[in-house]
């Protein structure tokens, strides 16, 4: 660098009233390392890991891919992911064992990220998750620790098997009584990544830093010009998403006030969140992108829909609620629901793709694991599990590959050897997490 990008921080925000905007990775700007992006640059740009969960199995005729790179083949429900099979590890046979045996729905969910033994009962008792050890371990690194996000809103009470609800509505646990609150308006969501507040929140945060913003441009090298607006043209796109999502919101809590009701207590789209669950969805994949670009968290989960989840999908031409459209999970109406969550999956990898970082990708330095709580709704059968993990993790995992452990023995197919696997490969160097004890060899 010369000229006077030496003299631009590393910790450079666009700042405006209310607001502070983090930048994505720049070639002028040594945001993430000591300044240069060399061979070692995997090591310098940051990892991130995100988790997104569909709640009751997929259609398992329709689940499974062959082959290798280039030439794998994937199923129909899997097809969204085709432009990026290269980046794609199809995983097979992993199970978590302590979701086995304790009866259906709740405590096959809340342990998800955990492989903790939950109890039952009125007293929560289960483990912290993955994504949460991660985030301590990043704590200091970045300004949100995490990002946990959902498309429904959680749901109380007890099930039959007398486990709580609460075990069904969240996967993310920061220790063995607590859920981390999970936020499910994009509206909020995406002021967090902004530090959108006080009385102009409404106001545009493009707008409010554009000064900022053009005396950026004129300090930056050329190409990191056209990655600067290309940047802040995706924001304004998302932001003008969200504007509508915030007067939907503010309606429904005025709605709320004069009932002397909880909005979060009515159903959809009373209670302000999207009608339509592919705008809700999208757009929280989208804060998911721009809050990894800017390295605003590097840890995410995304609940997109719940165990017992209520939601419908009359774009998919699918009569019933997603929880009953699960009890006949081999229908080709369950296939287009499944089909439809891993294009979800697909947008968010995309999205991550399209963002360079030095030689590389954003997709490259991360990992987005798409997990259910089981493989057949209609057997309530949690004794595997469905799993696709996209990215290399900053070339610290192979892919292209189908892997198989239906075959290996319980003991290799515990889901917690994955997490293990993972956790080292981002730092995060523990002997054990839930029931395992050695890491899954990837």
């Known amino acids: 660098m010369?000229?006077?990008?030496?003299?631009?921080?590393?910790?450079?925000?666009?700042?405006?009233?209310?607001?502070?905007?983090?930048?994505?990775?720049?070639?002028?700007?040594?945001?993430?390392?000591?300044?240069s992006v060399s061979r070692d640059e995997s090591q310098k740009l940051p990892l991130r890991f995100?988790?997104?969960?569909?709640?009751?199995?997929?259609?398992?005729?329709?689940w499974w891919a062959k082959g290798a790179g280039a030439e794998m083949e994937l199923s129909q429900s899997l097809?969204?992911?085709?432009?990026?099979k290269a980046k794609l590890n199809v995983i097979n046979g992993l199970f978590n064992k302590q979701a086995t045996g304790v009866g259906i729905h709740p405590g096959q969910t809340g342990n998800i990220l955990s492989g903790a033994p939950l109890q039952k009962g009125a007293v929560l008792k289960g483990g912290i998750s993955l994504d949460q050890v991660l985030a301590n371990h990043f704590a200091g690194k970045t300004s949100q620790p995490s990002l946990v996000l959902g498309c429904e809103q959680p749901i109380t009470g007890y099930h039959e098997t007398n486990f709580s609800m609460a075990y069904s509505s969240h996967i993310s646990w920061q220790d063995a009584n607590s859920p981390v609150p999970m936020e499910v308006y994009p509206s909020l969501a995406?002021?967090?990544?902004?530090?959108?507040h006080?009385?102009?929140?409404?106001k545009s945060i493009l707008d409010r830093v554009k000064d900022h913003a053009g005396h950026l441009s004129r300090q930056v090298s050329m190409a990191d010009r056209a990655k600067l607006d290309e940047y802040l043209t995706s924001v304004r796109e998302i932001e003008k998403r969200i504007e509508q999502t915030r007067a939907t919101k503010d309606h429904a809590d005025e709605n709320a006030r004069k009932r002397g009701e909880l909005a979060a207590l009515m159903k959809r789209p009373d209670n302000g969140l999207p009608e339509d669950i592919r705008d809700h969805m999208r757009l929280m994949c989208d804060i998911i992108a721009l809050a990894f670009q800017t390295d605003k968290t590097r840890v995410a989960t995304l609940?997109?829909?719940r165990d017992l989840s209520g939601l419908f999908y009359p774009f998919l031409d699918v009569r019933s609620a997603h929880h009953p459209a699960s009890h006949d999970d081999l229908s080709d109406a369950y296939e287009r629901v499944s089909r439809y969550y891993v294009s979800q999956l697909a947008y968010l990898a995309t999205r991550l793709e399209s963002m360079p970082e030095g030689s590389q990708t954003v997709l490259d330095n991360s990992c987005l694991m798409f997990v259910s709580n089981m493989w057949s709704g209609s057997q309530h059968d949690s004794t595997k599990v469905p799993l696709l993990l996209m990215g290399g993790l900053g070339e610290t995992l192979e892919t292209g590959r189908v892997l198989d452990f239906l075959n290996s023995g319980d003991e290799q197919r515990k889901l917690c050897r994955l997490y293990l696997a993972l956790m080292n490969r981002m730092g995060v160097n523990q002997s054990e997490f839930g029931d395992a004890d050695k890491p899954l060899a990837l």
């Open 190 to 196: 995406f002021d967090s990544l902004f530090d959108n």
């Open 50 to 62: 995100a988790a997104l969960f569909m709640g009751n199995g997929i259609n398992a005729k329709h």
């Open 2 to 35: 010369n000229g006077n990008y030496s003299q631009i921080d590393r910790r450079t925000l666009l700042k405006g009233v209310g607001v502070a905007m983090s930048l994505p990775w720049l070639e002028s700007i040594s945001v993430w390392g000591d300044g």
């Open 303 to 305: 609940l997109l829909c």
């Open 198 to 202: 006080g009385s102009k929140r409404t």
């Open 79 to 84: 097809e969204p992911l085709t432009p990026l």
